[in-house]
């Protein structure tokens, strides 16, 4: 079955500090993998997808096929990264493209 | 552009009305997608459109819930009759194409009471 699992609800970590979200997915052939962002009182937005390999406000993430891992990274992080983050997968799933989101990570940056 | 925009943004109601949500996906779109999130499981594909046809509905929870799409403008997602566990922030999201990005709008925060 098709899947995305960000095992975290709550992250919490100090400004400066790495921050690292999971997110692994269980999918039979070639998924597109993107992770969304939803800051406080804004719509949900695409963050970066992993076709695009960039890096986007110090955002990074690598797609691993091997652990079916797409976890997102950023070395430093802000007290304005604090949102909710969604990871998706874009597959054919019986017979239609569709997105299917994993059940979200709220993030934190204490200052 | 204003972007994908949903009305009302807030429902207040009580179990047994009828709900209706709208959605104005951005201009040029061709796919649109109805969305509902809760706090148990998170963000949840209900149906999407393409080109104002129907394509995939296997997300609707139940007959309760119908959406239509009457022209390229314009969507609508009720539910009849509402029921608590219906509470929940419906999003509109609408692409160019399959493959291309979604864009969400604000989403409606309905409770049914």
């Known amino acids: 079955a098709q899947r995305v699992t960000q095992p975290e609800k709550l992250l919490s970590v100090f400004k400066g500090a790495p921050v690292e979200l999971k997110c692994n997915y269980s999918?039979?052939?070639?998924?597109?993998l993107f992770w969304y962002v939803q800051y406080s009182r804004q719509r949900l937005q695409l963050l970066l997808r992993h076709i695009s390999r960039e890096s986007i406000k110090g955002f990074t993430a690598d797609l691993n096929k091997g652990e079916t891992s797409f976890h997102l990274k950023k070395p430093f992080a802000q007290e304005e990264d604090s949102a909710m983050y969604y990871c998706a997968l874009k597959g054919r799933i019986q017979g239609a493209q569709k997105l299917v989101f994993g059940q979200g990570t709220r993030l934190t940056i204490n200052p | 552009d204003a972007g994908v925009i949903q009305s009302p943004r807030h429902e207040v109601t009580e179990m047994g009305q009828e709900v209706t949500l709208r959605c104005k996906p951005i201009s040029g779109h061709d796919y649109l997608f109805w969305y509902r999130q809760t706090m148990m499981r998170g963000l949840e594909l209900l149906i999407y459109f393409n080109n104002n046809v129907p394509i995939d509905d296997s997300g609707m929870p139940e007959d309760r819930f119908s959406a239509k799409m009457p022209n390229a403008s314009f969507s609508t997602l009720k539910i009849q009759p509402s029921e608590p566990r219906d509470s929940a922030v419906y999003f509109c999201a609408s692409s160019f194409t399959a493959q291309e990005t979604q864009y969400f709008g604000p989403g409606t925060r309905l409770l049914v009471l």
């Open positions: 999918y039979s052939g070639s998924p597109e």
